[in-house]
Structures are given as structure tokens and as C-alpha cells.
């Protein structure tokens, strides 16, 4: 979320079929999604390739653990 927030473009994620708002913690929290699953990542806004790699990059780190 915090990364998230730091662009202007809306950032949605999905899993399961349902959407979810990705600069909301409690809309991702309810997304209860866990280790392995997987999940899609969108963006639409002047920033959405930039948001999209930092994110990806955030994910792929494990987010930094």
C-alpha cells in the first residue's frame, strides 16, 4: 500500500475474479490471499509502467524480508 501510494495512477490487484483496490490495506486484506497464490496487477494512470516495475520489484524481494 505504502508503495503503492507514492504514484498517482490507480493501482487495482485480483485474485479469484474479484478486484481490489491496491492503495487500500483493508481492501487487500480482505483479498486474503497467502504465500504462493497468485495474484494480477494492474495500473492506469501517466505512472502505471513506472508503478507496475516497483511494485513487481517489491513482490519479487519478498517484499524486503
Known sequence: VEEAKKYSSKVTLYK?????????????????????ESIAIAADGTDEDIV????????????GE
Open 16 to 36: 479469484d475474479d474479484k478486484e481490489y483496490n491496491g492503495k487500500s490495506l483493508l481492501s487487500i486484506l480482505s483479498m486474503g490471499a497467502h504465500k504462493g
Open 52 to 63: 507496475i516495475g516497483s511494485l513487481k520489484a517489491l513482490i519479487e524481494s519478498g517484499f
